[in-house]
């Protein structure tokens, strides 16, 4: 089995913070940029994926389905499901900039994990819904011989650290301490016997204060 982590082309949100306050989150486009990115990862991502056939499962943002469109793998593609829970960390609904910018300092005190934005979730919430479709996705391939055993998942950075941390059980103090991949970079997850190994690491921009490494 495996399981190919692809992060968006860069969104409008990516450049623009303010952004959020006009557009919701899940509604943020690409940019002319991400468009070209998407365009350009698409023959990365069909190598990636070998001869098929794939199953696709997207966050339902504008973003990650247009990423997925401009990757134009649909005739390696068996079925494609918009995943929920696959979405970015929920920050509530249109953003205030003042507050905003309050609550990303809040949470860089408290710690990414654990810190609920007041009209939205914490890391630990996006951790028990990607645990969630993770169990789903196992029972669903147990109970359905043609489930293909190459996925791609296109998702958010954040979603694929959290995403990782279950597959590796990696802890807290390490998934702080790692940082988003860029657009349209994907991580390969491999099960081979019972263990899962990933073909890189996330960037890293301190130590885990424990210890722990990927």
Not at 10 to 17: A, I, M, P, Q
């Amino acid at each position: 089995m495996r399981i190919i982590l692809l992060r968006h082309a860069e969104s409008l949100g990516n450049v623009d913070e303010l952004a959020y306050c006009r557009i919701p989150d899940h509604a943020l486009p690409l940019t002319a940029k991400g468009e070209e990115q998407a365009r350009a990862a698409g023959p990365v991502v069909r190598e990636l994926l070998g001869t098929g056939p794939v199953a696709v499962y997207v966050s339902p943002y504008v973003r990650t389905q247009r990423t997925l469109r401009l990757l134009a793998i649909d005739d390696m593609v068996t079925r494609v499901v918009a995943e929920p829970r696959l979405r970015e960390q929920d920050w509530g609904n249109l953003q205030d900039p003042v507050e905003q910018e309050i609550q990303k300092l809040k949470r860089h005190e408290f710690g990414h994990f654990f810190y609920r934005l007041a009209h939205g979730e914490s890391g630990a919430d996006v951790d028990d819904r990607v645990a969630a479709f993770l169990a789903e996705l196992k029972d669903r391939m147990k109970e359905d011989p043609e489930h293909p055993t190459t996925v791609l998942l296109v998702t958010h950075g954040l979603t694929m650290r959290l995403l990782c941390r279950r597959v590796f059980s990696w802890s807290i103090d390490l998934f702080e301490s790692l940082s988003n991949p860029n657009q349209v970079e994907p991580r390969i997850l491999t099960l081979d016997n019972g263990t899962w190994s990933m073909d890189r690491p996330f960037p890293q921009w301190r130590p885990s204060p424990d210890g722990t490494t990927q």
